[in-house]
């Protein structure tokens, strides 16, 4: 090779240097020694260079570890950075602009309702809402959903992988909702619990996802009969930090496919995970689901880690060392809270209009509520339902619209009264005195029966 | 050499002002540089670095969004391998990279990147082990050496704290990968070397060849105790025995991975993809069975696991539905639901189901005496109950007078068409025979629909059926 004599040599910024010193073992003619100075704006002695010797070998290139230490000469001038005191001022990426890429509503042909089991019409509501991404762990009773996902992606081009575990399945749902994918699991409890840590990172990050929660019974292994003991999780507990998202509880299998398409909308309005909260009742009930006349197919947004020239300059990411900037994003993720509280409630009311008596029930339970309902009126009562669709935000908004005639609450659940101290903290936090509050609870993977919301009603002092 | 890969400026360190603005958080002598200036330079020569998504782990590294020019994901500890099959799923054209020291990979990580690796999509993981955690501050790595100390193997590690991970050879035995590496960074040869793997491994990515592991020895002064001259004298001489460099898989002239689709979002495509036809059902009933109920009827199917209870509830719903009412099956859960039996709960309701539970039922059809024992007693007055005569004998004394029974051998006259599966189609006959809840043909239809996978048998479903339906219409008329 002629062109030996024009290999550049190196140079050194001695402030970018941290004197380690591999470059000295990697000359071949000792052009480089020790320094004997501590450098006073890093502390450290950086190297010194002798080229009288050097033969631009470039070796020492590759023995140091930093970017900008040991550098080609010729560079400098490019090098604008020479100085360390000039650096403080503005110096944007070089990453471009991220270019929108809209979401787009395209019209759907008019189809007949389908039969389908409610896990299935959240898995059909989802590929309608565009989401073409699946990840997911088998767990009863939510299995059937990504079965479904199994068979129906591949025809649409899409993806559905099944992950290690829940916790491969969550980060790889962190990786495609940070790529600015719509992307989902379904799940059940123990399964969900496996997923918090990385909900806690998506939360953190901003990445929106929807996770189907199909609740069984707890805790640990439990089994797998309808619970909704889960909700003291979604509501209060997703993982390490100030976190919160959206908890969307559908009762029929109508809902789960109208619900699961909202859930999308949602959590990239938020850029915040979704939680849609089911039984194993609702999962496994079959029944007609009515396709909407539009769907999604949805474009990038411009925050995505797409990997692309356009939205080369992003980042996701929760790490962030520094108290105040940590504090500052916290006060950030806390107004998405509020506006998600100010504009997200969501309630269904069933008879209300003159109830002096509300039940208050989501899920299954509430469909057995509006059953017992309709008995209680046939004996004249006058009893309602308020069902949270939102259980966070809890639509207490709606709740107190009717609590003046209100003279009785009785809270309806499958669980040890987590939905009834959800609906507490929120009279609490508005300031309302809540008429009496009693309530039909069970356990184990049990729901409340009718009858059993029969007598409890019978039996309240304001019907005796 | 010199690379666009680095930011100018590393804004993201401490806001990039002063010093911090172009070092690194490395410490002095620390072979992380190195392998990221190599995975730098590779990026540049390959002309990727718009393509190219760097998931950062935890370790010292998780600040290589500090420095790389590039997409970046910073993962949660381990789990950057399973976040790579996410950014690569959603965008098969990026260029993933998963960069994992020795904690973050081979030990909290284990599950992630042993069935990445097996998956085989095509993504890059440099995997930097230096035999001990730097970041947490010096302790046991699942790499470290037998008898290195660290903080939490104060005495050396002993065979007790187990022996030091072989990552690369690991990861080699698997499927999946097309190129597993071990190289160093100890001496000039090395790292000329460690440049042209790293290189490599991101080419195999670029190729869509399949996914490439490289595994670096590296360097971490601070926590061996040694000047870095030194600590690269004791990768040589020390982790090398152990962790013996070289290829230890490469299978790069075998098949590619297969290619990653990109979703369409066709509207037609969608909804046959999620079942949906244009085809409406005929409807036969003139009018809700007003007989039975004016608004909402319920019917719960009691059987054994087996017995077809749920595809019989399952058809009855079907039925219903198509003759343009609202429906709901559920098989029953509850205590009543263990040991081997089937329960299932059907509402038919002229505009809509309220409970889908059945805890009264206008029908119940039994197909075993335990079931009609639970059961029979909370069907609801003037209700029916059809059972099977096969197995159960005579009526039970503790059913409501006002109850009617229609018993009709549901196993003899399967036994007799010679399929005893089809005893549920008897059953689902019968309810249609003694309670006329729609016609004949609105089941007829929906058993064919049912079975549309499975012609053959349709015509033994239907004589079933229609047994049934005699059997039981005899005794209601």
């Given at each position: ?9 190196p ?14 073992t ?9 320094g ?52 403080l ?22 189809r ?79 399964g ?17 996802a ?42 029929t ?212 | ?26 410490c ?13 330079e590779?990026?540049?020569?390959l ?13 010292c590294s ?10 970046n ?6 789990r ?28 909290i ?21 230096n035999?001990?955690y ?29 022996q ?66 030194a ?45 949906a ?65 089937s ?39 003037g ?7 096969s197995?159960?004998?005579a ?30 189609v ?22 064919r ?21 005699k ?7």
């Amino acid at each position: 090779m002629t062109r030996v004599a024009e290999r550049p040599k190196p140079f050194v910024v001695p402030e970018y240097c941290k004197g380690c010193g591999r470059c000295i073992t990697s000359c071949t003619k000792a052009c480089i020694t020790m320094g004997t100075e501590i450098n006073p704006e890093t502390g450290l002695i950086p190297i010194v260079l002798d080229l009288s010797q050097c033969n631009g070998c470039g070796l020492c290139f590759d023995a140091c570890p930093e970017p900008y230490g040991l550098r080609p000469q010729g560079e400098e001038a490019a090098f604008e950075l020479l100085d360390p005191s000039t650096v403080l001022g503005p110096r944007p990426f070089d990453a471009p602009q991220p270019e929108p890429r809209p979401d787009t509503s395209v019209p759907l042909p008019e189809r007949e309702p389908l039969i389908v089991k409610g896990t299935y019409a959240a898995a059909v509501g989802a590929v309608l809402a565009g989401c073409r991404h699946v990840f997911g762990y088998p767990i009863t009773p939510s299995t059937e959903g990504a079965e479904l996902m199994a068979r129906v992606l591949p025809e649409l081009d899409g993806v559905f992988i099944q992950a290690v575990s829940e916790v491969a399945t969550v980060n790889m749902m962190y990786g495609a909702g940070g790529a600015g994918k719509r992307c989902m699991t379904f799940t059940s409890s123990p399964g969900f619990s496996l997923m918090l840590e990385g909900i806690s990172y998506m939360i953190g990050a901003e990445v929106p996802a929807v996770f189907v929660n199909v609740m069984r019974g707890g805790p640990g292994l439990g089994n797998i009969g309808p619970e909704q003991a889960d909700i003291k999780l979604v509501c209060r507990g997703l993982g390490h930090g100030n976190t919160h998202a959206i908890v969307l509880a559908p009762a029929t299998p109508q809902e789960m496919l109208d619900i699961a398409m909202l859930s999308f909308e949602l959590a990239f309005k938020y850029r915040n995970p979704v939680v849609v909260v089911g039984d194993g009742y609702l999962g496994q009930m079959t029944g007609k689901v009515r396709l909407p006349r539009r769907m999604v197919e949805p474009g990038i947004p411009e925050w995505a880690v797409f990997g692309d020239h356009s939205h080369r300059g992003n980042l996701i990411c929760s790490l962030n060392l520094s108290e105040l900037g940590l504090e500052q994003h916290n006060v950030h993720l806390n107004e998405k809270y509020e506006r998600m509280t100010a504009e997200e409630q969501r309630a269904d009311l069933y008879r209300c209009d003159d109830a002096e008596i509300l039940l208050v029930a989501c899920n299954t339970p509430a469909q057995l509520a509006k059953g017992a309902i309709k008995e209680l009126r046939d004996k004249g009562l006058k009893v309602g339902l308020f069902r949270p669709i939102t259980l966070w935000p809890f639509p207490i908004e709606a709740l107190r619209t009717l609590l003046d005639r209100v003279k009785r609450l009785v809270v309806v659940e499958a669980s040890s009264g987590q939905l009834e101290d959800e609906l507490r903290l929120a009279l609490s936090h508005a300031d309302v005195l809540p008429p009496p509050l009693s309530h039909v609870r069970r356990m184990g993977g049990i729901l409340p029966s009718q009858d059993e919301i029969i007598e409890h009603v019978l039996g309240l002092e304001e019907v005796r | 050499m010199s690379t666009s890969v680095f930011y100018h400026q590393f804004e993201r360190h401490a806001n990039g002002e002063g010093v911090n603005a172009h070092s690194t958080t490395y410490c002095p002598g620390c072979g992380h540089g190195l392998a990221q200036k190599f995975l730098a330079e590779a990026i540049n020569e390959l002309g990727v670095q718009d393509r190219t998504v760097l998931v950062s782990p935890v370790g010292c590294s998780v600040f290589s969004y500090y420095y790389f020019d590039v997409g970046n994901t910073q993962a949660p500890h381990g789990r950057a391998p399973a976040v790579a099959i996410g950014h690569k799923t959603a965008n098969p054209d990026s260029i993933v990279i998963c960069y994992q020291g020795d904690g973050d990979l081979a030990s909290i990580g284990l599950a992630e990147i042993v069935s990445t690796a097996q998956l085989g999509i095509p993504i890059t993981v440099i995997f930097v082990n230096n035999a001990i955690y730097g970041m947490t501050g010096g302790q046991m790595a699942p790499t470290t050496l037998i008898g290195q100390r660290t903080t939490t193997t104060p005495k050396g590690r002993t065979l007790l704290a187990g022996q030091p991970l072989k990552m690369a050879e690991l990861i080699s035995g698997l499927d999946g990968p097309v190129y597993v590496e071990r190289v160093a960074l100890y001496d000039n040869r090395r790292r000329t070397h460690a440049k042209r793997s790293i290189k490599k491994a991101l080419e195999l990515q670029v190729a869509g060849t399949g996914f490439a592991f490289v595994e670096v020895l590296s360097e971490c002064p601070v926590h061996l105790g040694l000047e870095p001259e030194a600590a690269e004298d004791w990768v040589r001489d020390n982790m090398v025995p152990i962790f013996p460099l070289g290829v230890k898989k490469d299978t790069t002239d075998g098949a590619a991975f297969p290619v990653i689709p990109t979703a369409r979002f066709d509207p037609e495509a969608a909804l046959t993809a999620v079942g949906a036809t244009t085809e409406r059902p005929p409807r036969f009933a003139e009018e809700f069975p007003t007989h039975i109920d004016p608004e909402d009827i319920s019917f719960k199917l009691a059987g054994s696991g087996g017995d077809g209870a749920q595809t019989a509830a399952m058809i009855l719903t079907r039925s219903a539905i198509n003759e343009g009412y609202d429906s709901t099956h559920i098989p029953s859960y509850g205590p009543e639901s263990r040991g081997g039996t089937s329960y299932a709960d059907v509402h038919v309701a002229l505009k809509e189901v309220m409970s889908p539970a059945a805890p009264r039922p206008h029908v119940l059809v039994a197909f075993n005496a335990p079931s009609l024992a639970k059961f029979g007693p909370t069907v609801r007055p003037g209700g029916l109950v059809i059972y099977d005569s096969s197995v159960i004998s005579a009526r039970p004394d503790d059913l409501a007078t006002e109850v009617r029974t229609v018993p009709v051998p549901f196993t003899g006259v399967a036994a007799e068409l010679g399929a005893a599966l089809v005893k549920n189609v008897v059953a689902l006959g019968a309810l249609q025979g003694a309670t006329k809840v729609f016609p004949e043909e609105t089941f007829l239809t929906a058993i064919r629909a049912t079975l549309k996978q499975k012609c053959a048998m349709i015509p033994i479903n239907e004589e079933a059926f229609k047994l049934g339906a005699k059997l039981a219409g005899e005794q209601v008329c």
